[in-house]
């Protein structure tokens, strides 16, 4: 047993939280509770229940030299993730049980739990999927991203009906090719990008403008018929616009926001350089704000970081070259709570963006708040230990950050079934709060989700 003492939950009350470590739950959630076991003294720490990062490229099979199930889930675990779902753009991707079950094996290593989702492409096997513990369905892709696993209309439609049938979520990136602005591709350039000529665009706003914003707009309620048309479940990944956010609300479906679409904007694209290239690509100061404004007021369901680390020389590459993508797993809990901090969010809202929502959206039942039965999955952060974020003192294997001098509140203990799994060394802060995200990390305790 173990017993987390005087904790302030994300409602503002203050509970003591009776862990069985054993069973991995939740035993009681109370005032005065009898302390059993081991004691943690949490008075004047916040306890939250651990974050679901929905979203996230952990880049095995295929590519270690990005990232690892080893690497992603230690920085998940150091940022407050205790449960990531990984999506099938690896290689082989993950649209086939011999590929899924290669994952699986994989993520034997992760120090979280996970969830791992179906891909669908053309040489797509859904019996072999379904056969197996898949979460969800996607990231289906309606137009190339990194991994090359767009699909037409007519596969979508087949994707969305087995889902429906299947009763899964489905997973959507949403953008529509057809609207993507070529004018401002360099002389010689393919539409996905390639070799740029020396006469063409090549500034960092260059993607921007040229996966643009009604090519979002477009796709997200085109999808959104479709998914009414087949009775199937959409979960609109990384939105980037307000509009498509309405859509979304307005259709009855969910959607996720990343932090960089909720912070970034293409006025910080002259120092993010190609760093700053993803998809769906930054979009305007404004857009990010209506963005922002659909976070905080609840319109929006989850954040998720589409974690997509690559090295920092591929991502120094020219713009029509660099990969999309950034690192965010271990950054998005620390990012929300520095808003809390600073009153723009409430800390029950970041409870239900990165908890409670997708907890439910996704079915998993054990997880996402805390209360009595539950998994024991806990963070405690002191909410007041602000510092500074710096890519080299991140845990993913790329190394870098997006978010590079902007401050956080990082955890102090993240717990995965009532096993610590990283526990924050106190001295590790200097003075003026400035200093690594060190700490202990324990074994690699992860389990499927859905087995």
Not at 114 to 133: H, M, Q, S
Not at 138 to 165: N, Y
Not at 330 to 352: C, F, H, I, W
Request: glycine letters at 10%.
């Amino acid at each position: 047993m173990l017993t987390i003492r005087d904790a302030t939950l994300a409602d503002g009350s203050r509970r003591d939280v009776r862990i069985d470590t054993d069973a991995g739950r939740i035993a009681a959630v109370g005032s005065s509770l009898t302390e059993s076991g081991d004691v943690v003294d949490a008075a004047g720490n916040l306890l939250l229940p651990g974050a679901i990062d929905a979203h996230v490229h952990f880049r095995q099979p295929g590519f270690p030299h990005k990232e690892t199930w080893e690497t992603g889930s230690t920085s998940a675990a150091a940022g407050g993730v205790t449960t990531v779902v990984d999506q099938p753009n690896t290689d082989p991707p993950t649209v086939d049980g011999p590929a899924f079950d290669e994952k699986a094996d994989l993520a034997d290593a992760s120090l979280v739990d996970y969830g791992i989702n179906g891909g669908v492409t053309a040489d797509w096997n859904p019996d072999e999927l379904f056969d197996r513990p898949v979460l969800a369905l996607g990231e289906v892709f309606l137009a190339d991203s990194t991994g090359e696993m767009g699909i037409d209309e007519d596969l979508f439609r087949e994707a969305l009906e087995r889902a429906s049938d299947e009763y899964v979520v489905v997973t959507v990136h949403a953008e529509d090719a057809d609207l993507f602005d070529e004018s401002v591709l360099p002389r010689g350039t393919n539409a996905n990008g390639g070799a740029a000529s020396v006469e063409g665009r090549d500034d960092a706003e260059a993607w921007s403008a040229y996966r643009t914003a009604d090519a979002e707009i477009a796709a997200v309620e085109r999808a959104l018929d479709l998914a009414d048309d087949t009775g199937a479940r959409v979960h609109v990944a990384h939105t980037s616009t307000p509009e498509a956010v309405d859509a979304a609300a307005a259709a009855g479906a969910t959607c996720e926001v990343t932090p960089h679409h909720m912070f970034l904007s293409r006025d910080e694209l002259s120092e993010l350089g190609t760093r700053g290239r993803m998809n769906p690509p930054l979009r305007g100061e404004e857009r990010r704000e209506g963005v922002f404004a659909r976070v905080a007021n609840g319109t929006v369901d989850v954040v998720a970081t589409d974690h997509a680390p690559h090295t920092r020389e591929e991502k120094d590459a020219g713009i029509w070259d660099a990969p999309s993508g950034v690192p965010g797993v271990e950054t998005m809990l620390p990012l929300l709570l520095e808003q809390a901090r600073k009153g723009n969010l409430s800390y029950d809202r970041v409870a239900d963006l990165t908890a409670r929502n997708p907890s439910e959206i996704f079915g998993l039942p054990r997880k996402g708040r805390i209360e009595e039965g539950r998994m024991a999955d806990l963070v405690l952060v002191d909410p007041d230990a602000t510092r500074e974020i710096r890519g080299e003192d991140l845990h993913s294997k790329c190394g870098w950050t997006p978010f590079e001098g902007w401050n956080g509140v990082f955890p102090r203990l993240t717990m995965v079934r009532g096993s610590v799994v990283y526990e924050a060394h106190d001295a590790s802060l200097t003075p003026d709060g400035v200093g690594p995200a060190d700490g202990e990390f324990g074994d690699a305790v992860g389990e499927n989700v859905r087995e």
